[in-house]
């Protein structure tokens, strides 16, 4: 039930594939033998789901902790798929739906814990600007492959918000800084640091998109009549 093409490296942040495609790596091969790729991904939603409980109820350092392992399995998934077989455009689907509504909880989950903790209510409204900002990029992100029929490049043409907000992998990886950070001082200040910065770094990355498509598109077409190329 999953799609060949998932995870290709042109589409995947540097952290994904320097860190967490290396760790899957390692895993793939030994839940291929005992797990099908559903039962890998609804394992996968259910860590994500506990790491955003777990910020929720305060436990920054294991929320940090399921956070990581959750960018971990949603890697692994794909590949088991492959080893064993079960590839399909409905999985890739799934998987990507899953991805979406867990970080959709896991800002939600540091807004209200932000919020909670006495941070005001502008962390409500900075919590809702990433998500907008997030759905700007993945909306984008996809139209431009429905369109031209390739993945949207994000390595070649947003480099250094590959880093910072351009892929889920990046996203996640500065929330889990902020939430470390929260543990280790025993306050929210790091976690709000990071989720202000991730939220305006999320719009920078809108704009330069928007500006390196309208450069893109007004390029002329090949003699095949494509823009793009894979």
Wanted: charged share 20%; aromatic share 6%; glycine share 10%.
């Amino acid at each position: 039930m999953w799609a060949e093409n998932a995870g290709e490296s042109s589409a995947e942040g540097g952290y994904c594939r320097l860190v967490q495609r290396r760790l899957s790596a390692l895993v793939s091969p030994r839940l291929a033998r005992r797990l099908e790729a559903n039962t890998v991904t609804a394992i996968d939603l259910l860590v994500g789901l506990a790491a955003a409980l777990s910020v929720v109820l305060g436990q920054y350092l294991l929320g940090a902790v399921l956070v990581q392992a959750f960018g971990v399995l949603s890697c692994t998934d794909g590949e088991v798929a492959r080893i064993r077989g079960e590839t399909s455009d409905v999985g890739d689907f799934v998987d990507t739906m899953t991805d979406r509504a867990v970080e959709v909880a896991l800002v939600a989950a540091v807004s209200v814990r932000l919020y909670r903790d006495g941070e005001g209510p502008g962390v409500l409204v900075a919590g809702l600007a990433l998500m907008a900002a997030v759905l700007l990029l993945v909306v984008s992100s996809e139209k431009f492959r429905s369109a031209f029929r390739v993945r949207y490049p994000k390595g070649a043409w947003e480099k250094g918000f590959t880093w910072v907000s351009a892929g889920s992998d990046a996203r996640l990886l500065v929330l889990t800084c902020g939430l470390f950070g929260s543990a280790v001082v025993d306050g929210p200040r790091p976690m709000l640091v990071a989720l202000v910065g991730l939220a305006g770094g999320a719009w920078l990355n809108v704009i330069w998109r928007v500006v390196m498509l309208a450069r893109r598109l007004s390029k002329p077409a090949t003699t095949d009549g494509r823009r793009f190329t894979p």
